[in-house]
C-alpha cells in the first residue's frame, strides 16, 4: 500500500505568519520542545516520563530523516510529527505515538527493525514493521504490489488495532498536503482513499477522520464538483441561516422546558455526503434540505427516548424516516436515535439524539479506549466486534488464492450500508446491503452456507437468491451432500460468502486435476518400468523439498494442470531412488534422465526468453519451482551459473515431428530507403513465417538502419530457409539470430 511521501507539508501546519492572529500558533519544529503542537497535545493526557520517551524517538527518526526532503522542499520529518500530532489528538498511547513518529525509516532509510526494537521495544518495531511497504518483493503490477502491502498491513492490524490507526493519520495528513502532486497521481490516490482507507475508518468508527477522508478525496478527485457545489453550500449557508437559528432555539427551549438536560448542536453535513445522495437520488443540490442536521447530547440511554418524544411532540415526523441505532447498533458500534422531522416552512430537519457515552464512540470509535480511559461496557462491546470484523477478515484472507482477490473481497466487505434481519432464535444479524439468503448462510456459519439447498423468509419458502429486507426472519434449510454452487457468485454481496464459494470451488477443482495428476504420473512410471507403489516416502519427501512443495496433492494437482510434466516428476522420483541405494530396472536403450520436448506440453514445460530454444537447436532443462521445466539451448550464457547444480538439469532432446510455432529474434542490418519494411515483411510472409513483434533503432539520418524482427518458425531448418530468403534482398547487408537482451538473460 503506498504512503505517498515527500508531499508538500499541510495548510494546517504550514505557511501561517505571526500577522495572522496576535496569538500564533505553536511551532511544528522542533517537535523536542515544551512549546512545540506535538508536546502540548500530549500534556493533555500523558506522564512526563511518556513525554521524554517520545522526544527521544522524534530525535531519532529526525537524525535517520536528515537530509530527505519533501516535494514542497521541507524537511521530511514534518510528515511523521504531523501523523503524532493527529493521534494525540486521539489519546493514543506512547508505542503508537512513537511508531508514527519512526513509520518511515525502516522503509526510507538505513535503520532496521531490529534497531528499532533494540531501542523502543519489541511493540513499536512490530506496529512499524506491520505498517512498512514489502519494497524488496517485485510484483507483476503496480495494483498486485497495493494489494500485496494492504494484505499485509491488515495482517498486522488483526494483531494490533493500532496498526490501522497509524495508517488512517499517515493517509489523512497525505491527503491534507496532496496540492503540490501531479492532477493524475492526486485522482489514483483520492480514488484509493475512498475505496479503501475512508471506509476503513467508517468501519472502526472514526468520525472525523472518516469525514475528512471523504471531502479531501472529494476535492482531489472531482475538483470542478467539489468547487461547484462548496459555492453552492455558501450561497445557502445565508439564506437558511435564520431558519436554522429558530429551530436551534425551539429544540432547545422544549427540551428545558421538559426538564430534559441536553446539549444541541447545529451542525453543517460534510460535502461528500452531498454529493452521494444527489448522486444517489438524482436529485438538485435545491431539492436537498439536510444540509443541516442536528444533534441533542443527553445524559443516559431513558432521556434518549424521552428526547425523541418531545421532539416528535414539538414537530411532525416523517414516516418510515425513522432508524433505531440503539437498539441494533451499527457494525462499528455506533448508536443513535435518529428521526426526521417536518420543520417550519415545510423545511425537513434531520435529529441524532444519543447520550454522552454514545456520543464518545460516535466520534472516536475504537480509539476511543484510549481518549476516554474507560472501560464503560459500550466501549468493550464495541472493541469485540471490531476484534470480530478483523478475525473475519483473516478467515477471508486464508481463502483467498491471492493479494487482488483479498482486496475485492475486502472492498466488498467494507459495506456502507447494512440490512439487520433474525436468525429463527431471535439473533439479530447485519448484513451489507442487496445481501442474499447465501450470504445470511455463509454469515451464520461456513458449514450451513455449504450445505444450504433452501430458505424460509418470513416462514415463507423463497428462493436462494432472494434479497433480505430489514426485519427479515431468515431460516436455513441444509441438506448433509449439498455444496456450493459456481451460479451463487452471480448474486452473492459479502466477502465472507465470495470467498468461502469460491475457494470450495477451487477444492473441488484441485481434488479433480489431482487425480488425473496421479493417473499420469503412473503412466510415466510405467513407461519406465516402475510401479508407483515402489516410490517410497523418502523420495517423495525429497522431491517436495526440491520443488518447494507442501504435499504430494500439490504436485499431482500441478501434473494435472498442466504445470508440470509426468515425465520429469517420474524421472526425478527415480533419480531420488537412486540417490538412496535403490535400484529401479531402467527402461533398455534409453538413459533416465533423458526426457523428449514435443512444445505441445503447456505450462508444464517453458522456452527460457532469454536464448529462445527451437526444434534443432541442442537444449538443456533446468528445474525451476515456480516455472516448471524451462528449456535453454547448451550454449545460453544464462545457464553458466546454474551449471554447478547438476541435480537441478535434465537431458532432453526434442521430438522429430514436433508441430508448434516458435519464437525467434532476429536482426537486420538494411540499407535506409523508402519501402523496405513492407519488402522484408513480404519475404517473412513468403517464408510461411508470421511476424510477432518489430523494434527499430534511431537512424540518425545514417545510410543504415537496424531492424529487430520477432518471428515465428516452425524449427532451425526452416528459419535457414527465412534467413536464406531475406539475404537474397540487396538493401539488407547484414542479418542474424539474436539470443535476447542482458535483462532477459538475467530473468532466467
Known amino acids: 500500500m503506498q504512503s505517498d511521501r515527500h508531499l508538500s507539508n499541510s495548510n494546517h501546519h504550514a505557511g501561517k505568519r505571526p500577522s495572522d492572529s496576535l496569538n500564533p500558533p505553536a511551532p511544528l519544529l522542533p517537535a523536542d520542545t515544551e512549546g512545540s503542537q506535538l508536546t502540548l497535545s500530549l500534556k493533555q493526557y500523558l506522564k512526563q516520563q511518556d513525554i521524554e520517551q517520545i522526544w527521544e524517538a522524534y530525535r531519532f527518526g529526525e537524525a535517520a530523516h536528515r537530509g530527505q526532503m519533501r516535494k514542497s522542499g521541507e524537511p521530511y520529518i514534518t510528515h511523521p510529527v504531523s501523523v503524532a500530532i493527529i493521534l494525540s489528538r486521539l489519546h493514543l498511547d506512547t508505542p503508537t505515538i512513537i511508531a508514527a513518529l519512526l513509520h518511515d525509516v525502516v522503509e526510507d532509510t538505513g535503520i532496521t527493525k531490529e534497531q528499532v526494537a533494540e531501542k523502543f521495544g519489541a511493540q513499536v518495531a512490530e506496529l512499524v514493521d506491520g505498517l512498512s511497504k514489502l519494497d524488496k518483493i517485485e510484483f507483476q503490477s503496480a495494483t498486485e504490489a497495493q494489494a500485496e502491502n494492504f494484505r499485509k498491513m491488515l495482517l498486522a492490524m488483526s494483531q494490533d488495532v493500532r496498526v490501522i490507526l497509524v495508517k488512517l493519520a499517515d493517509r489523512l495528513h497525505n491527503m491534507q498536503t496532496l496540492d503540490v502532486m501531479k492532477p493524475e497521481k492526486r485522482r489514483r490516490i483520492a480514488r484509493e482513499t475512498l475505496e479503501i482507507y475512508a471506509p476503513i475508518a467508517n468501519r472502526l468508527g472514526l468520525n472525523e477522520i472518516y469525514q475528512e477522508l471523504e471531502d479531501l478525496s472529494f476535492k482531489n478527485h472531482y475538483p470542478m464538483r467539489y468547487g461547484v457545489l462548496s459555492k453552492a453550500i455558501l450561497a445557502a449557508r445565508g439564506n437558511r441561516k435564520e431558519v436554522v437559528g429558530k429551530i436551534l432555539d425551539a429544540v432547545k427551549d422544549r427540551l428545558a422546558e421538559m426538564k430534559i438536560d441536553a446539549e444541541v448542536y447545529g451542525r453543517e453535513k460534510h460535502l461528500y455526503s452531498i454529493y452521494k445522495k444527489m448522486t444517489g437520488k438524482t436529485i438538485a443540490f435545491s431539492q436537498i434540505y439536510d444540509i443541516y442536521g442536528f444533534r441533542v447530547v443527553v445524559k443516559d440511554l431513558p432521556a434518549c427516548y424521552a428526547a425523541l418524544g418531545v421532539l416528535h411532540g414539538l414537530y411532525k415526523p416523517i414516516p418510515g424516516k425513522f432508524k433505531d441505532y440503539i437498539a441494533i447498533p451499527k457494525a462499528n458500534g455506533y448508536q443513535s436515535l435518529h428521526t426526521t422531522l417536518f420543520g417550519p416552512f415545510g423545511t425537513p430537519i434531520e435529529i441524532q439524539i444519543r447520550s454522552q457515552e454514545m456520543h464518545n464512540i460516535a466520534d472516536a470509535g475504537v480509539a476511543a479506549h484510549w481518549l476516554y480511559k474507560t472501560t464503560d461496557a459500550h466501549f468493550t462491546a464495541m472493541q469485540q466486534q471490531t476484534h470480530q470484523w478483523l478475525q473475519r477478515l483473516l478467515e477471508i484472507q486464508s481463502e483467498s488464492a491471492d493479494s487482488l482477490e483479498f482486496l475485492e473481497h475486502l472492498k466488498v466487505d467494507l459495506f456502507p450500508d447494512e440490512v439487520y434481519v433474525f436468525t429463527p432464535k431471535g439473533k439479530i444479524l447485519a448484513l451489507p446491503k442487496g445481501a442474499t439468503a447465501v450470504d445470511f448462510a455463509y454469515a451464520v456459519h461456513t458449514d450451513i452456507g455449504n450445505r444450504c439447498v433452501a430458505v424460509k423468509i418470513n416462514q415463507e419458502l423463497a428462493p436462494l437468491r432472494s434479497e433480505l429486507r430489514n426485519g427479515d426472519h431468515v431460516e436455513i434449510i441444509t441438506a448433509a451432500h449439498a455444496h456450493p454452487n459456481s451460479a451463487w457468485l452471480n448474486y452473492v454481496v459479502s466477502g465472507k460468502a465470495r470467498a468461502h464459494i469460491r475457494h470450495f470451488l477451487k477444492s473441488l ?240
Open 509 to 748: 477443482h484441485s481434488n479433480e486435476s489431482a487425480e488425473l495428476g496421479e493417473r499420469m504420473l503412473n503412466k510415466a512410471l510405467l513407461a519406465l518400468h516402475t510401479d508407483a507403489s515402489k516410490i517410497s516416502d523418502t523420495q517423495w519427501q525429497k522431491l517436495l523439498r526440491d520443488y518447494g512443495a507442501k504435499n504430494k496433492q500439490e504436485i499431482l494437482t500441478d501434473i494435472g494442470l498442466g504445470k508440470r510434466l509426468n515425465v520429469m516428476v517420474a524421472h526425478q522420483l527415480m533419480a531420488m531412488g537412486e540417490e538412496h541405494g535403490e535400484r529401479h530396472a531402467k527402461q533398455p536403450n534409453k538413459p533416465l534422465g533423458t526426457i523428449t520436448i514435443r512444445g505441445s506440453e503447456g505450462m508444464a514445460v517453458q522456452f527460457a526468453q532469454c536464448c529462445r530454444p527451437i526444434p534443432g537447436d541442442p537444449i538443456l532443462g533446468f528445474i525451476n519451482k515456480d516455472k516448471g521445466l524451462v528449456i535453454h539451448t547448451h550454449d545460453c550464457p544464462s545457464i553458466r551459473k546454474f551449471r554447478v547444480d547438476p541435480e537441478k538439469w535434465l537431458d532432453v532432446e526434442w521430438h522429430p515431428d514436433t508441430k508448434r510455432l516458435f519464437k525467434v529474434n532476429l536482426k537486420l542490418a538494411t540499407a535506409n530507403k523508402p519501402g523496405m519494411l513492407a519488402k522484408i515483411a513480404a519475404e517473412i510472409a513468403q517464408a510461411n513465417s508470421n511476424i510477432d513483434h518489430i523494434s527499430m533503432e534511431e537512424s540518425d539520418n545514417s545510410a543504415y538502419t537496424n531492424i529487430m524482427f520477432t518471428v515465428q518458425i516452425e524449427n532451425r531448418v526452416h528459419l535457414a530457409e527465412l534467413m536464406r530468403k531475406l539475404r537474397r534482398i540487396p538493401e539488407v547487408v547484414r542479418i542474424n539470430r539474436v539470443k535476447g537482451s542482458g535483462a532477459e538473460q538475467r530473468a532466467q
